[in-house]
Structure formats: structure tokens, C-alpha cells
């Protein structure tokens, strides 16, 4: 397996395939994917400074509608699905090129596809639990997003209180967009309330941390004892 580091401009991620010219066909898509929101922001700068849900035109190109689309779902802005949705076309374009296995963490936003067992630690800042589990994910011939958003650790902005909360969903933007939006408004006290409104959407699961506080929701992987690498986390360099 190949791991290898990729940024460009403000997209920092880390791929992981099984060839080389899959590492490139995915880098390809992510171009592709952030040219084509750059060039939509430049006409709509609204689209991007919203923290509310923003209507993509007509015209929008299939990675702006995927945006909107769950920032509308998630009711936050479109910008809060960005990391996924530009994994989405990395991955996406794996597969077209034949891969059978691929995997870009955007930021702690992950999108996947895999013929085998894959490990996910879960890092929560300084939580008492962080990098001390990690999730067992089957084998995905879909793509699949596991997306974290975090209070306490990274530049993003979030108006709650998390150390992070990780969506599981098939649709990376709206795995994104609720990570984020539900980031911002979660606490131990309304944890079983604000679940109690997420039957319908998109997510299949949700794993909130908070201090040493944690909840779960929904259909969630199996977890279990990890001494997680901390010099595997994306970062900038």
C-alpha cells in the first residue's frame, strides 16, 4: 500500500491506494473538484462566507451541487462540506480508474473505498479516550466518508463545545456538513434530544467526545483498543 502526502493550496490530505497512477488519478479528481469550486466561488462569493444553506444555480458543477445539497440537509453553510466533497471526486476518480482500494483523509474528513478491513483511530484533541480506539471498517465497494469535526482541535470554525464528532454516511458533503453541524450544538445534556431528529437523514452514525464524555448513535462500526499513530494525522508540512 502506498501513503502518500498531497496539498494543494488549502487542501491537505493524505492519500492511500494500492498503485501509483491511482495516487495521481485521485490528485487529478481533487484538482479538478477545487478548480471548479474556485472558479463557482469567484461568481458567488456569497456561496462561500454563508453559515446558512445556499442554493447552488442550475449551472453549478456537480461537486457545488453535492455541496449545497448537504449544507441544506445539515443547515449549515456550504463551505462546512468542502474537505469531504473534494475527497469525494479524489476517490471517485480512483475508481474510474480501476482501484479496488482507495482511501483520502481530507482534514480528518476520510472517504473510502476498500476491499479489505480497514482501521480508523479516533483522535479527539485532549480527550482522556483519544487516540486510545479506533473503528473496524468492512470492506466498502462504495464510497464510504467518515467525517470528524472538532471544537478544540484545528483551524475550523465550530460555535460548540466537541473535542469531535465523526458522521458515518454514504454521501461525503452531507457526512461533512452534519459532522460540522452537529459539532457546533452537541452537549452530554442534549445528546439524546438532538439524535432524537436525525432518523431520515443521511447519517447512519454519529461518535461525540467531549471531555471525558462519549456518545454514540445509530449504526456504528465496531470499536475498539488502539495505540493510534498521532504522526498519521494530516497536517500541513
Known sequence: ???EHFAYRETITTILADDASYIEASKEGMITAR???EDYLSANPFFQISYDPVNASDDAPEIVKHMAEGALEANVGP???VAASIGWAGVRSMQKAGAHFGLIDNGGDIVLFSDRILRVGIYAGSAPSSGKYAFIIPPQHEILAVCTSSATVGPSVSFGIADSVTCFSKDPSKADAWATSLCNVLTPENFDEVMSRMAGSSVTGVYAVIGGWIGKWGDL???????VNFDLITKGQ
Open 1 to 3: 500500500m502506498i501513503r
Open 35 to 37: 478548480t471548479d469550486i
Open 221 to 227: 462500526p465496531e470499536i475498539v483498543l488502539a495505540d
Open 79 to 81: 463551505m462546512a462540506a
